[in-house]
Every structure is written in C-alpha cells, then in structure tokens.
C-alpha cells in the first residue's frame, strides 16, 4: 500500500516537528492562487497543522485530495474531515494510497525529508509524477542537517526551485522548497496574491522586521554584552546597546495594501521619485522605455516589492561603483537587474547600491512568479530603485520630488 513518500531517520535531535508557522509556509502556493484548483496533500494525519492550514487556505472552487501518513488511516482522516463541516467535507476527499490520487496544481508533503538523499531523490520523483503543467511541489527538510534528505533537496532547490524559506521559528528549524519542474504561464502570475514570507518576524500584525534585521539586532547586542564583560567600569557597551533598536527599524517589513485594479503599476520601494524618463538600453531590448528611479533614505523601509506581476526570466548583476545614490553618476553603481516577463511585455527592476549601501538581496530565482506587490529582495541602507516599463504600453503617474510607498502608490498605468 502507498503511504506518504515522507522518508524520516530518528537521530539525537529528536523527531521533526511541522509547526503552525511552518505549515503556512508549506501551503503558500496553494494560498496564493486564487482561480479553483486542485490540490494534493501527501502524509497527512488528522492532527498535522499542515492539514489544518491546507483547509484554511481553501477557496470555494478548490479541491483537495489527503493521502494518510504512515501511522494514520484513511478512515481516521475521514472523520476528522466529516467533523470539520459540510464546507470542508465537499472539498477535501480522503484517498486510501497516492495510487489513487489525480494530478495537482499544488502538491505538498506534509512530512518533512529526514532520509538518505537517494530516499528523498525517490520521494521528489514519485510525487513529481503528480504534478500538472507549471505546477509547484512544497517539501520540507530540517535546517541544520547538512547531509542525506537535506542536501538533496538543496540540490534540488538549485535546479528546479521557485523559492525556498527558512522557518526558524519551529522545533527544529526546517527549510521549505518550493520546485517546480516545468514552466509556468506568465499569464498565472496575474492571479496569485503575493508570497506568504516566513523570513521576517512579526511586531504587530501590520508591521514585520525582517530576518536581516533580527540578525544585524543581535550581533549589537552580543557586542554589546562582550563589551559589558571585557570593560565593566566602562560605559562603551551602551553604543551597540543602543544601536539595535534603530538597526532592526532599518529592517522594518510593514503590511501592504496592494492595489487591485489590474492595470496599475505599483512602487517597488519607498522613497522620493528622483526622474522620469524614457530612454533607450539595448541590455533590456530594442524600443523605448519608461524609467522612473526613487531615492531610498536610510529612514525609508528598503524591502523591495514586484512592481507589477510577472514571470522572472533574467537576473543579473552589473558592477560599477558607490556613488550618493541621489546623484545622477548613481546610475553607474553596483546594481542588480531582476527581468520579467509580464503580459504587457518586459519590465526591469533595477536594484542600485549608493554611499553607504553595499549590499543587495535578491530572492526570487530565475523561473519564479511574483504577484503585484510581492517582497522579491532588499537593500541594506540609503540606495536606488529603479522600475523600467516599456515607454508606448505605460503611462507615468507620477514626477520628480513625489513621496512613493513600495506595493501601495500606483506610479504608472498600462495603456
């Protein structure tokens, strides 16, 4: 009888456990796409948190089949699934085996990889078999096991995945891949609602700081202790003390208000509008395009944001130096490109270092899908974004010296 492809191998650390936080994040994509779907669910028992949040995310025209665990039984999953209502009930259909499952959109494991790398080499295989044209396969392996399940699927990740987030906040911390083995439509990226990002850490409901943040917060104060018991009589510990609350706001990630009128262009990041132009670049295309650059002060929230929905097809950096990033020489400093594909032709998201910016993140690989507003990366201190449109498709809505919020201030209509 097939079962759950979940491989595990008891060690010391104990077994891996699916946390609440760690099931949404396994179950984004099914959350994110908003046309009726059918969806997968492999090696779930009636108390997994991913079956829970698999349920939460249903939508009135989804379908979700449940393949027990081992463990579980198809029967104990069906009374769980009857007591949750007449709603779930007509959606969710408990199979005996995998064997009797029907392709998806969305498959998911419900039990994390803890195997050999050839057990969870075969568990990939067997459930990609389940997959339907440009649909996404969400796994889960233990962060801090460096071999066997976990490097497969790392390798895995690097030939076929469309994101991977870290879920530190579960016992044990675990991280989740999302693969997607053939390519995806363009046009689907128009219909999902933006990532669910596990990365950062909840203040408020409303406002996040990043994982960059928590991590740039602690090594503060762990400087600040080592000054503490190096120098006790002195007072110098209070510099990186102090410094963490304003480093970690830096990090900040508040919630987004998305506008959804399909047509609008929206900020890729916070700031001052510094032009709009239309110029030529031959590294993007032939033809004309519309650039509009904002300025990001270092009290401006630097993540960036997709400024429209697109497929992401090119990413590249281009060297050059750290240039005020408020100068027009700015235009010549380090900068990465992220290249999509959308429905109204391409669109450049270029990320540009300044004075004081060094680093740029990137988190959305080539093959990806981002929604209108969706987090794709940051810049770490004052810096540059730029949005470039093709010039005959959009109209700017916006001029030099206006104020923007990334995901929210529609900066350009598509015509």
Known sequence: MTQSPAVRTPGASGPVRIGERAARTLVTELARLNDPKAALLVGAAPESAVLAAAIEALLP????????????????????????????????????????????????AAEPFTGTADEARA???????????????????????????????????????????????????????????????????????PAYRPSSVPLTRSMHIDSNGVAAAGISLGLAALARVARPKSKLWLLPALAAAPVAAFFRDPER?????????????????????????????????????????????????????GKVVDYFVADGGFVNAMKPDAEHNVAAYTVLETEHGTVVVAQRTGLIARRIEQRAPIG???ARGERFGLIRFGSRTDVYLPADAA???VGPGDKVVGGSTVIARWV
């Open 61 to 108: 025209g989804d379908r979700l089949t449940v393949v027990p665990a081992e463990g579980s039984t198809a029967a104990a999953l069906r009374e769980h699934v009857s007591a949750q209502g007449r709603w779930v009930a007509d959606r969710v259909r408990v199979a005996d085996t995998l064997a009797e499952a029907d392709a998806a959109e969305v498959v998911i």
């Open 123 to 193: 568990a990939v295989d067997g459930l990609s078999k389940y997959l339907t044209e440009g649909a996404v396969l969400s796994v889960t392996a233990p962060l801090f096991r460096t071999e066997g399940a976990g490097a497969e699927l790392d390798r895995q990740g690097v030939l076929h995945g469309v994101r991977t987030d870290l879920v530190l906040r579960n016992s044990p911390p675990v991280r989740v891949h999302h693969l997607r083995f053939t390519p995806a439509s363009v046009a689907v990226a128009a219909r999902l609602a």
């Open 257 to 309: 208000d998305v506008p959804e009128d399909p047509s609008a262009v929206v900020a890729a990041a916070d700031g001052q509008v510094l032009s709009v132009q239309r110029l030529h670049d031959e590294r993007f295309g032939d033809g004309e395009w519309l650039r509009i650059a904002v300025f990001l002060s270092v009290l401006d929230v630097h993540v960036n944001r997709a400024p429209v929905a």
């Open 368 to 370: 990806s899908l981002l």
């Open 395 to 397: 109209e700017p809505l």
